[in-house]
């Protein structure tokens, strides 16, 4: 493989742990006010972007890659108030697309159809990833201003569950 696209590849594995790491942190603080539905959303997106460094990992190891085990990062994000999360959210998958967009850049210089057709999986999803974010943040603006609807909007997050996600979803 290609060294520079394979350097990528390894370190977005560390991104996407990172990636959990920052939204495990987002669920930890929605379970310390009480938000449990939050809690629980932020909780099935951590575990996503295990599956996603996962991902990469397989894909490294497939094709006889070394692995890297460098230092995740802690997450360095002040939480100011219940909406701080969502916003920090969008912002972080909008960098997570510019990653991926590098790393299939770097798959296209060389010519690397197999990686390219890897990375498609995650183009795709980074387009859902961004979607759920501004989604959320638009939900928080319109129900989320008195307790209610930030209960029933609660109630709606608690229901998601989680699904392993595959290359073949
Ligand atoms: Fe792994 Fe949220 O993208």
Redesign the pocket.
């Known amino acids: 493989m290609d060294a520079k696209l394979a350097q990528l590849l390894r370190e977005q594995v560390n ?2 742990f990172y ?1 959990a790491y920052l ?1 495990l942190k987002f669920s930890a603080y929605y379970g310390s006010v009480g938000l449990d539905g939050f809690e629980n959303w932020y909780r099935v ?1 951590a575990q ?2 295990r599956d ?2 996962m991902m990469f990992y397989q894909y490294l190891m497939d094709n006889g890659e070394e692995i890297a085990f460098e230092a995740i990062k802690a997450p360095d994000v002040e939480i100011k108030d219940n909406s701080a999360p969502l916003s920090l959210a969008q912002a ?2 909008k960098f ?2 510019s990653l ?1 967009n590098n790393i299939y850049a770097a798959a296209a210089e060389a010519k690397d159809y197999r990686a390219m057709q890897f990375l498609d999986w ?1 183009v795709k ?2 387009g859902e ?1 961004e979607k759920n974010a501004s989604d959320l943040i638009q939900k928080m603006k319109l129900f989320g201003g008195d307790s209610k609807g930030l209960y029933m909007l609660n109630s709606e997050l608690k229901a998601r569950t989680y699904t392993p996600a595959s290359l073949n979803a």
Do not use: D, G, L, R
Request: net charge negative; charged share 35%.
């Open positions: 991104h996407e990636s939204y997106q996503e972007e996603h460094a972080h998958e997570v697309t991926i995650f999803e980074q990833e």
